[in-house]
Every structure is written in C-alpha cells, then in structure tokens.
C-alpha cells in the first residue's frame, strides 16, 4: 500500500507518512529550525548572562536509584530564582536533572521526553534504559555549539534498569561525553562538594530511606560551600526536589516528606555542626 503523502485535513503530509521511530529525526526531516543546536545565534559579544541551575544528586541502593536537586538558579553573582526545578520525570522507569543553562536544559528535558514517548508509540516497546541513555548523549552533542558560546547544558540521567532489576546513573559532558557511574555521582558547580560528602557517607547496602537521606545530606554540604547552590530554606518552605525510581515507577517525594528529611539533617547540624556520619545513619 503506498504512503498518502498529500495533505488531508488539518494535519501536514509529514504527520501522516510513515518514518523513523526517533523524534528528533522527525524534526530534522520537516522542521529542523526547532531543533535548538539549529538555530541561528548571533555574534557572540562576550559572556551570555542567563540563569544557571545546580546541584544535581543521584545515589543508588538496593531496589532503585535516588535524584535529586537543589532549587536555586543564578545568573552571575545574582539569585535568578529561588525555586526553580531541575529533576524530571523522563518516562516512567528514569528521571534526568539538569544542571547549566536553565531555560536551554528545560527545553531539552521535553524535546528528551517526546523522543522516550515518541519511540515507544511507534515501536510498540520501550527502549532500555543504555538506550535511553544513548538518545540523551546525542541530544546534548547537537547543543556543542551553544555550549561552546556559554550555553552549556549538563544533565544526570538516572533509571530504573528492568533487565537488571537495578538502579542505575549516567553522566554528561558538554560533548555528550556519556559515562555510567558507580554508586552515586554528581553535576553542577557545587558538585565536587556533594561528591566529597557522597563519597564518605555512601555504602552498597543503603536502604531508600538512607540513600533519600544522604542526597539531601549532600545538597546541605554543597550549599554550605557552594554560592550557587540552595539549601533548605526552612522560611519559604523551598526544600530539594527529591524522586525515587524503582520496579514500580518514578516517584516524587512531596513537600512533606522532602521537608522532613532536611528538617532532620538541619536538627542534627545545630547539634553537631561537623555534620558526623551519626546524622545520616
């Protein structure tokens, strides 16, 4: 049977032909100028002041993966936003945080989310977790070119892996760099800070609630000595943005339960204002 590839009633030719399985490739092919490394910029005229979001968490245990985020967007030396969110649902078995240039990361986390929903409609089946991963890779290559220009956007995908009944985590560079990490990781400028705090909290053995616990524990630890990272702000009620994705789904903890654990971490800090390892365990 061949293609109808006339237009036919509100719907464009394109939207009725058949063709690849990927999203992004359906936009190259009809309308690339909505890709965002397509677009034209103009000279650069010294640095780019837009708002940057940071710190992105993430922590396996056993059953699942931990993501999480701080609130708090700059631009310079300035406060942007106090409460911006940065950790995603990008399907219901994986999450991705982003961390750089926050309006670009927002519209690559939905182009990210269309690609995921777009395979799967077409395909019939999900793509694995590695593939995932692989679709992410490419999508922050296509935005070198801004990246390069002082748009950088570099997010943290986690998920839930079904073959390996396992919680898994991804890294990025600015290239699309993509490498799995171990453990825990961490991106964005107060990174090495939660990374440091990470390293000597963390244990294969984790239950949820500690692994919940030592993501915010290092969101505390970056914001303690990183500017441009929010801790809990207990007087506006703005806490981390925390996700849980295990074998049943991707799960947000709601203000309640995120508030309580940072209430938790606050407590044993004005107790003990070295943060020892007592305070998570």
Known sequence: ?????????????????????????????????????????????????????????????????????????????????????????????????????????????????????HFEKVEGAQLSLEGKANRLSTMIRSNLGMAMQGLAVVPLFAGFDIDREKGRIFSYDVTGGRSEEHGYAATGSGSVFARSSMKKLYRQDLTEQEALTLVVQALYDAADDDSATGGPDVARRIYPIVTVITDEGFRKLDEAESSEIARSILEHRLEQPDGPRAALL
Do not use: C, W
Not at 17 to 23: E, K, V
Not at 28 to 57: C, K
């Open 1 to 117: 049977m061949e293609a109808n590839t006339r237009s036919t009633g509100r719907l464009p030719a394109a939207f009725l032909t058949p063709g690849s399985s990927s999203f992004m490739d359906f936009l190259s092919d009809h309308s690339p100028g909505m890709l965002p490394g397509n677009r034209n910029l103009p000279p650069l005229q010294g640095a780019v002041e837009a708002p940057h979001g940071t710190t992105i968490v993430a922590a396996t245990f056993d059953g699942g993966v931990v993501l999480a985020g701080d609130r708090r967007a700059t631009m310079g030396n300035v406060i942007a936003q106090r409460d911006i969110e940065k950790v995603f649902p990008a399907d219901e078995y994986s999450a991705v945080g982003i961390a750089g240039t926050a309006g670009l990361a927002v519209e690559m986390v939905k182009l990210f989310q269309l690609e995921l929903e």
